[in-house]
Structure formats: C-alpha cells, structure tokens
C-alpha cells in the first residue's frame, strides 16, 4: 500500500524541532521525533469537539511521573498509544476494551478533533490524549513497569532506503518502551510495509527484555479492527502484518 490508512501514526521528520528538548539516550544524527507535522484541514465538527471536549480528555504535558488515577479517575491497565491518525481504531479499542485506560499521542489537531469527536458520539471514557512528541512523553512522564500496553499502529514506513532511518520503531525507542512495561505487558506493531514488517521483527526481537508471542507474525488481535484502507489493500492482495511481543 502506497497512502497511509486513517488510523496512521506520526513519523520521523528530517529536521528537528527546534523548540522542544531532545530526548536522552535517542542517539541518531538528528533528534529523534515520533511524528511529523502534517497539513490538514480541521472540520466545524472536529473543532467543536477540540472546544467542547478538549477541557476533560485532552493532558496536558508536564515533566514528572504521570499518574494516571488522576488522569482517569479510577486506576485500571495503563495503554499507551502512539500516533492514532484519525482515531477510527483507537475509538474501536477503547469501547471493546471498557476496562482499560488508553493514553494516546498525537500532534496532529484534525485528528485529534476526530478523536474527540468519537469521544463524544460514542460516549467513551476510558481515552486520554496528549497533543506531544510521544517520544518526550516516554523519557520525562511515564515510569518504569508503569505501562500493560504499547499500540504502534501503521507508522510511516519511509519507503525509500535511504530514509529508512527515519522510521519510528527502531532500537532506542523499543528499549525504553520495554522498561516502560510491566513483566507481562505487551508491544504491539503493524504495518502494511513487508520490509518495514521485517525490520520490526528485528528490532523486537534483539531487544532482550521482549519475548516473541509466535514464532515470527502474531494473528491479529481480534481488538484490532480493520480500517477502510486495510479492507481496500487486502482486497487488491496487499499484506499487512502484526507483530506482538511481551514483556519478560
């Protein structure tokens, strides 16, 4: 597939920003970024629902431990999700999964106003979004052992070899990702990009705190519902892959 799909997550941008602190341990020639900045129209709908709905379910970010009985209003399993695009999976999980709390990162304010939206029309309350580099959000206010979760849907794959390192899902991240997790969590990746798909099962598989939950490709999970463009891409005979590792 050659158009990312609605629930599409950020990726990593040439330059850095120059505004934000690059986060430690990310050593790449340039920072580190989860996401890119996209252009995009905002709808009357979406900004309706930034402005009705933003006040209770968007976090804000602030350095320190995140705590998330604050955050929810109930402790229950901690899901962090990176880059939701349009939220049409992040909505689908969070209502199959009512006993779970999501954090969800996302930059982009189109998508995050559709997220709301889903917020409000299907009446969820166990999602909580923060408008930062998730990266950020990892290294300066999640915990050690804190998450039961990671969603890594549809990254950009960078297509082009040479932009390869560029792409989310590579060591640094899935290291401090592991710590991040509980013995017992799960990471879970998709991509609809074979060698992007190889890549992460490498990346996963070297990270020593991570134990594979199949013998390469995991099944989909039955929370992970299909988006319009995964529908489309497999109809015309495209591959996607899940990948799902544990924590040990």
Known sequence: MTQPPENHPPALPDQPDAAATPAQGMVHRKTIKSYVLRTGRTTSGQTRALAELGGKFLQPYRPGAFEPSAAFGRTAPLILEIGFGMGEATAHIASVRPDDNFLCCEVHEPGVGALLKRIGEQQLHNIRILRHDAV??????????????????????????????????????????????????????????????????????????????????????????????????????????DIVFRRK
């Open 136 to 241: 950020e959000v990892i290294d300066h206010m999640l915990q050690p052992g804190t998450l039961q979760g990671v969603h890594i849907f549809f990254p950009d794959p960078w297509h082009k070899k040479r932009h390869n390192k560029r792409r989310l899902v590579q060591a640094p991240l899935i290291s401090r990702l592991a710590t991040r997790l509980a013995p017992g969590g799960y990471l879970h990746c998709a991509t609809d990009w074979q060698p992007y798909a190889e890549q992460m099962l490498e990346v996963l598989g070297a990270e020593p705190l991570l134990a594979n939950t199949a013998d390469s490709y995991a099944t989909r999970p039955d929370y992970r519902p299909l988006t319009k463009f995964e529908n489309r891409g497999l109809r015309l005979g495209h591959g996607v892959w």
